[in-house]
Protein backbone atom coordinates (compact mmCIF):
# COMPACT_ATOMS: atom_id res chain seq x y z
CA UNK A 1 0.00 0.00 0.00
CA UNK A 2 1.34 3.10 -0.78
CA UNK A 3 2.38 4.99 2.55
CA UNK A 4 3.38 8.71 0.77
CA UNK A 5 4.83 10.34 4.09
CA UNK A 6 4.20 7.51 7.24
CA UNK A 7 5.86 9.96 9.45
CA UNK A 8 6.20 11.52 9.16
CA UNK A 9 5.74 13.64 10.93
CA UNK A 10 3.53 14.99 10.31
CA UNK A 11 1.67 19.27 8.37
CA UNK A 12 3.42 22.64 8.35
CA UNK A 13 1.21 24.90 8.56
CA UNK A 14 0.34 28.29 9.52
CA UNK A 15 -0.28 31.52 7.20
CA UNK A 16 -2.01 34.67 8.45
CA UNK A 17 -4.02 35.91 6.03
CA UNK A 18 -6.37 39.04 5.82
CA UNK A 19 -9.43 36.98 5.95
CA UNK A 20 -8.69 35.30 8.71
CA UNK A 21 -9.98 36.06 12.36
CA UNK A 22 -8.89 37.71 15.33
CA UNK A 23 -8.72 34.37 17.22
CA UNK A 24 -7.20 32.88 14.20
CA UNK A 25 -4.29 34.99 14.68
CA UNK A 26 -3.97 34.94 18.02
CA UNK A 27 -3.37 31.00 17.76
CA UNK A 28 -0.43 31.39 15.49
CA UNK A 29 0.69 33.41 17.58
CA UNK A 30 0.73 31.93 20.47
CA UNK A 31 2.22 28.66 18.40
CA UNK A 32 5.00 30.26 17.64
CA UNK A 33 5.75 31.42 20.61
CA UNK A 34 5.52 27.76 22.20
CA UNK A 35 7.28 26.36 19.83
CA UNK A 36 10.20 28.80 19.72
CA UNK A 37 10.72 28.38 23.22
CA UNK A 38 10.72 24.37 23.05
CA UNK A 39 14.45 22.86 22.85
CA UNK A 40 13.47 18.93 22.51
CA UNK A 41 10.43 16.77 22.60
CA UNK A 42 9.67 13.37 23.65
CA UNK A 43 6.13 11.72 22.50
CA UNK A 44 4.15 8.25 21.69
CA UNK A 45 2.24 8.29 18.43
CA UNK A 46 -0.50 6.34 16.34
CA UNK A 47 -0.42 6.98 12.77
CA UNK A 48 -3.46 6.10 10.41
CA UNK A 49 -2.55 5.60 6.46
CA UNK A 50 -5.79 5.41 4.32
CA UNK A 51 -5.53 4.60 1.00
CA UNK A 52 -8.60 5.48 -0.71
CA UNK A 53 -8.31 3.34 -3.95
CA UNK A 54 -8.47 0.35 -1.76
CA UNK A 55 -10.03 1.06 1.33
CA UNK A 56 -7.31 0.29 3.29
CA UNK A 57 -6.02 1.22 6.43
CA UNK A 58 -2.67 0.77 8.32
CA UNK A 59 -2.12 1.36 11.79
CA UNK A 60 1.20 2.03 13.21
CA UNK A 61 2.53 2.73 16.59
CA UNK A 62 6.00 4.54 18.26
CA UNK A 63 7.85 6.96 19.54
CA UNK A 64 9.18 10.67 18.31
CA UNK A 65 12.02 12.82 19.94
CA UNK A 66 13.37 16.05 18.67
CA UNK A 67 16.22 18.14 19.74
CA UNK A 68 16.86 21.61 18.49
CA UNK A 69 18.07 23.14 15.43
CA UNK A 70 16.49 19.74 13.41
CA UNK A 71 17.61 16.50 15.25
CA UNK A 72 14.41 14.13 14.81
CA UNK A 73 14.00 10.31 15.71
CA UNK A 74 11.27 8.98 14.51
CA UNK A 75 10.73 5.13 15.05
CA UNK A 76 7.64 2.94 14.35
CA UNK A 77 8.04 -0.25 16.49
CA UNK A 78 4.26 -1.79 15.30
CA UNK A 79 3.45 -3.36 13.57
CA UNK A 80 6.84 -3.80 11.67
CA UNK A 81 9.98 -1.11 12.55
CA UNK A 82 10.78 1.66 10.56
CA UNK A 83 13.57 4.15 11.66
CA UNK A 84 13.98 7.99 10.36
CA UNK A 85 16.79 9.65 11.52
CA UNK A 86 17.36 13.34 10.81
CA UNK A 87 20.96 13.42 12.19
CA UNK A 88 23.60 16.06 11.50
CA UNK A 89 25.64 14.64 8.61
CA UNK A 90 22.73 12.82 6.84
CA UNK A 91 18.95 11.73 7.02
CA UNK A 92 18.66 7.75 7.44
CA UNK A 93 15.54 5.95 6.45
CA UNK A 94 15.65 2.20 8.08
CA UNK A 95 13.63 -0.94 7.49
CA UNK A 96 15.37 -3.47 9.82
CA UNK A 97 12.67 -6.41 8.56
CA UNK A 98 14.29 -6.03 5.33
CA UNK A 99 17.56 -5.43 5.91
CA UNK A 100 17.49 -2.29 3.91
CA UNK A 101 18.80 1.55 4.74
CA UNK A 102 18.06 4.91 2.32
CA UNK A 103 20.97 7.62 3.00
CA UNK A 104 19.52 10.73 2.12
CA UNK A 105 21.03 14.43 1.62
CA UNK A 106 19.86 17.05 5.01
CA UNK A 107 19.20 19.19 1.70
CA UNK A 108 15.69 16.78 2.17
CA UNK A 109 14.67 18.27 5.55
CA UNK A 110 15.06 21.85 4.99
CA UNK A 111 11.85 22.33 2.67
CA UNK A 112 9.88 24.46 5.50
CA UNK A 113 6.57 22.47 4.62
CA UNK A 114 8.10 19.28 4.89
CA UNK A 115 6.18 16.97 7.62
CA UNK A 116 9.11 16.79 9.38
CA UNK A 117 9.64 19.62 10.17
CA UNK A 118 5.20 20.69 11.34
CA UNK A 119 5.49 18.22 13.59
CA UNK A 120 8.74 19.58 15.55
CA UNK A 121 6.94 22.96 15.27
CA UNK A 122 10.02 24.50 13.00
CA UNK A 123 7.70 24.45 9.97
CA UNK A 124 7.53 28.14 8.43
CA UNK A 125 3.43 29.30 9.90
CA UNK A 126 3.79 32.13 7.94
CA UNK A 127 5.21 31.49 4.47
CA UNK A 128 3.56 28.45 2.81
CA UNK A 129 0.11 27.40 3.97
CA UNK A 130 -3.16 29.36 3.83
CA UNK A 131 -6.00 28.96 6.21
CA UNK A 132 -9.51 28.39 5.18
CA UNK A 133 -11.09 27.83 8.43
CA UNK A 134 -10.71 27.49 12.69
CA UNK A 135 -12.60 25.31 14.73
CA UNK A 136 -13.08 25.08 18.35
CA UNK A 137 -13.59 21.24 19.28
CA UNK A 138 -13.69 20.83 22.59
CA UNK A 139 -9.95 21.13 24.29
CA UNK A 140 -8.51 21.69 20.78
CA UNK A 141 -8.02 24.05 17.67
CA UNK A 142 -8.89 22.69 14.43
CA UNK A 143 -7.52 24.16 11.55
CA UNK A 144 -7.33 23.73 7.88
CA UNK A 145 -4.81 24.83 5.60
CA UNK A 146 -3.74 24.38 1.86
CA UNK A 147 0.00 24.19 0.72
CA UNK A 148 0.27 28.18 -1.51
CA UNK A 149 3.02 25.08 -3.53
CA UNK A 150 1.11 21.93 -3.15
CA UNK A 151 2.54 18.93 -4.83
CA UNK A 152 1.46 15.20 -5.04
CA UNK A 153 1.89 14.69 -1.68
CA UNK A 154 0.21 17.15 0.10
CA UNK A 155 -2.76 19.44 -1.27
CA UNK A 156 -4.39 19.90 2.12
CA UNK A 157 -3.64 19.26 5.53
CA UNK A 158 -6.02 20.13 9.04
CA UNK A 159 -4.06 20.56 12.54
CA UNK A 160 -5.36 19.82 15.64
CA UNK A 161 -3.80 22.33 18.67
CA UNK A 162 -3.94 21.96 22.13
CA UNK A 163 -6.27 24.71 23.55
CA UNK A 164 -4.09 25.06 26.62
CA UNK A 165 -0.21 24.96 25.41
CA UNK A 166 -0.42 25.59 21.16
CA UNK A 167 1.04 21.89 21.18
CA UNK A 168 0.35 19.88 17.89
CA UNK A 169 -1.85 16.92 19.26
CA UNK A 170 -3.10 15.52 15.85
CA UNK A 171 -2.47 16.05 12.40
CA UNK A 172 -4.09 15.22 8.73
CA UNK A 173 -2.49 15.19 5.35
CA UNK A 174 -4.02 14.59 2.08
CA UNK A 175 -2.06 14.17 -0.77
CA UNK A 176 -3.28 14.50 -4.61
CA UNK A 177 -4.83 10.99 -4.79
CA UNK A 178 -7.27 11.17 -1.90
CA UNK A 179 -4.77 9.18 0.30
CA UNK A 180 -4.79 10.34 4.21
CA UNK A 181 -1.68 10.54 6.55
CA UNK A 182 -3.05 11.01 9.94
CA UNK A 183 -1.04 11.46 13.20
CA UNK A 184 -1.72 12.11 16.40
CA UNK A 185 0.41 12.38 19.84
CA UNK A 186 0.26 11.49 23.49
CA UNK A 187 2.58 11.54 26.16
CA UNK A 188 4.27 14.63 24.70
CA UNK A 189 7.10 15.27 27.04
CA UNK A 190 9.04 18.94 26.51
CA UNK A 191 12.49 20.49 27.31
CA UNK A 192 13.78 16.99 28.58
CA UNK A 193 17.29 15.99 28.32
CA UNK A 194 18.25 13.88 24.95
CA UNK A 195 21.47 12.89 24.19
CA UNK A 196 23.19 13.73 20.81
CA UNK A 197 24.15 9.86 20.34
CA UNK A 198 20.23 9.35 19.99
CA UNK A 199 20.31 10.89 16.56
CA UNK A 200 23.29 8.87 15.05
CA UNK A 201 22.80 5.71 13.17
CA UNK A 202 25.34 3.40 11.91
CA UNK A 203 24.06 0.95 9.72
CA UNK A 204 24.29 -3.30 10.76
CA UNK A 205 27.35 -5.01 7.96
CA UNK A 206 24.69 -6.96 6.61
CA UNK A 207 21.95 -4.29 5.82
CA UNK A 208 21.72 -3.11 2.18
CA UNK A 209 22.58 0.71 1.56
CA UNK A 210 21.34 2.77 -0.61
CA UNK A 211 22.11 6.29 -0.79
CA UNK A 212 19.65 8.50 -2.14
CA UNK A 213 22.10 11.56 -1.65
CA UNK A 214 24.24 10.69 -4.80
CA UNK A 215 23.51 12.98 -8.09
CA UNK A 216 21.59 10.13 -10.29
CA UNK A 217 20.17 7.84 -7.39
CA UNK A 218 17.72 5.80 -8.68
CA UNK A 219 14.09 6.40 -7.34
CA UNK A 220 13.86 3.94 -4.00
CA UNK A 221 11.34 2.09 -3.74
CA UNK A 222 9.94 3.23 -0.99
CA UNK A 223 9.10 6.84 -0.51
CA UNK A 224 10.51 8.76 2.27
CA UNK A 225 9.18 9.69 5.38
CA UNK A 226 9.73 13.23 4.92
CA UNK A 227 6.91 14.07 2.48
Partial sequence: MPTGFR??????????????????ASTADKMRKTYAQVR??????????????????????GTLSFKKP???????????????????????????????????????????????????????FDNDFELEAEEREGDMIALRLFPKQPDQSLV?????????????????VYDFYGNENEIAFSKQEIDIPLKDSLFTYKPPKDFIVE?????????PRKKPLLR
Fill in 7 to 24: LAIFASVLVLVFSAVTAT
Fill in 40 to 61: SMRASFTQVLFHKESGSREKRS
Fill in 70 to 124: LLVRWESKAPSEELLLVGKDAIWNAFPDEELVYKYSLDMAEDSSSLIRVITGQAR
Fill in 156 to 172: EARLWVDATNYLIKKMR
Fill in 211 to 219: DMSKENAAV
